[in-house]
């Protein structure tokens, strides 16, 4: 038995869990034990937490605190999920989520064994190992770190993308996935649905998608590829019904580059001219965010956030 506490002083939030003990003055027998979160010395500074419609928002001090309490938000998830017999997950990759999947590999005593993971899209005709490939991203960041039951990759450079697709689909209907981690283009995109893709209504699970010049241009800012004309034109990619379909999304938005369609996405109506702003309607997602990516919003930075549906 374990019993967790939050302990929130101002501009701080420190976690942590007290297991069995020996005591007398202690009302369960065994041994105690405390488990700190974040785990090391910074202590993870909470900034604000507040909603906008259904959506909630944190705001932390760095990249790095974000991602470490976006992380922790997954371990509870998968661990509810385990004693509830479904341990489906889909995971994104890009640079937004690199401080989030590093810190939940390191978060010990996980029932990884048990998952069965997916992501979320792929370039077409590159390969795995490419150094850009998804697949090949995840191997880095997720597979080879840890010991994850079941991982399914999306394989952007088959022959046969229909068959792909339909196998794809038919895998994440089996699995019914619980939780997904996910984060937002600089477009507003949801995976690869960029705005004149985007479909709130698809009957598609994954589809193939032309992606857009800012989306392109995107991944040469983040390094992935040298020139515009080498980021691959299509993509796989789930669509935007599959992935709020999940009962559960951890969204992880760190970065200045980010701070615009942050912005967007908490501010503007809801509509495919901004994908993201869909969030806003779904019963249990959670923007994860840094300084700079809430630095469009001063009011966020305050704790003060008015917004409408």
């Known amino acids: 038995m374990a019993v967790r506490f939050e302990v929130t002083v101002p501009s701080r939030i420190d976690i942590f869990e007290l297991q069995r003990c020996n005591s007398q003055h202690w009302p369960w027998p065994g041994r105690l034990s405390l488990t700190f979160w974040p785990p090391h010395k910074e202590i993870a500074m909470l900034i604000s937490k507040m909603e906008a419609g ?3 928002l944190e705001v932390h001090d760095t ?12 371990a509870e998830a998968i661990r509810q999920a385990s004693r509830n017999g479904n341990l489906g997950v889909i995971f994104a990759t890009g640079t937004s989520q690199l401080e989030t999947l590093r810190a939940l590999t390191s978060i010990p ?3 990884w064994p048990e998952i069965t993971g997916f992501h979320m899209d792929e ?14 991203y995840l191997r880095t960041e997720l597979t080879e770190r840890v010991p994850i039951g079941r991982f399914y990759e999306i394989n952007g450079s088959s022959a046969q993308l229909a068959e792909t697709q339909l196998e794809y689909a038919r895998l994440l209907k089996e699995s019914a996935p619980q939780i997904c981690l996910l984060g937002i283009g600089e477009n507003g995109h949801l995976a690869f649905n960029d705005p004149h ?8 699970i994954i589809r193939v998608v032309n992606l857009d010049e800012a989306c392109r241009r995107q991944q040469v ?9 080498d980021v691959p ?9 599959t992935l709020l379909s999940v009962p559960k999304l951890i969204v992880s938005v760190p970065g200045k580059r980010k701070a615009k369609s942050v912005r967007r996405t908490v501010e503007d ?8 702003t869909i969030l806003r309607t779904h019963p249990d997602a959670t923007l994860y965010l840094d300084r700079e990516s809430a630095g469009d919003m001063p009011g966020v930075l305050a704790g003060n956030l008015r917004t409408s549906m």
């Open 123 to 136: 370039y077409v005709g590159i390969s795995d190992q490419h150094p850009a490939s998804f697949r090949r």
């Open 221 to 229: 800012g983040e390094g992935w590829f040298k020139t515009v004309t």
């Open 63 to 74: 990249a790095a605190a974000a991602g470490q309490a976006a992380a922790y938000a997954a």
């Open 109 to 111: 005593n996980l029932p």
């Open 197 to 204: 893709e985007a479909n709130f209504t698809d009957p598609e």
């Open 269 to 276: 109506p809801i509509s495919t001219a901004c994908p993201s």
């Open 54 to 56: 259904t959506l909630k």
């Open 233 to 241: 034109q299509q993509a796989l990619t789930l669509t935007i019904p």
